[in-house]
């Protein structure tokens, strides 16, 4: 299974742009913050993912602002340069109360 539920901050956004299969997509960059026990013992974390979101989900995320919070949901995939990740966005809520 590969599914990611994660509660963020945009910090960047990118122009949206179409693929080659003429699919709106858009590039995001996401900051994560929270503090979870591990272990048994709490742990802060703190990390940022570059993320995209393509078709609709693009178009409904060109709405968000930077410094806007959300909820975000989908799948990791490598990243274009073949380093580290990217997480997909499938869907996400503008307003969470709880993850998507």
């Avoid at 703190?46 to 602002?65: N, P």
Wanted: proline share 7%; glycine share 12%; aromatic share 4%.
């Amino acid at each position: 299974m590969n599914r990611v539920v994660l509660q963020a901050q945009l910090v960047e956004r990118g122009v949206m742009r179409y693929t080659p299969a003429g699919m709106p997509a858009l590039d995001l960059s996401l900051k994560h913050e929270s503090q979870l026990t591990e272990a048994g013992l709490p742990r802060r974390v703190s990390l940022e993912i570059r993320a995209v979101g393509i078709g609709a989900v693009a178009e409904q995320l060109g709405k968000l602002a930077v410094g806007d919070t959300a909820g975000f949901a989908g799948f990791l995939g490598p990243n274009r340069n073949g380093k580290g990740v990217l997480l997909h966005i499938t869907e996400f809520d503008a307003k969470p109360s709880v993850p998507p």
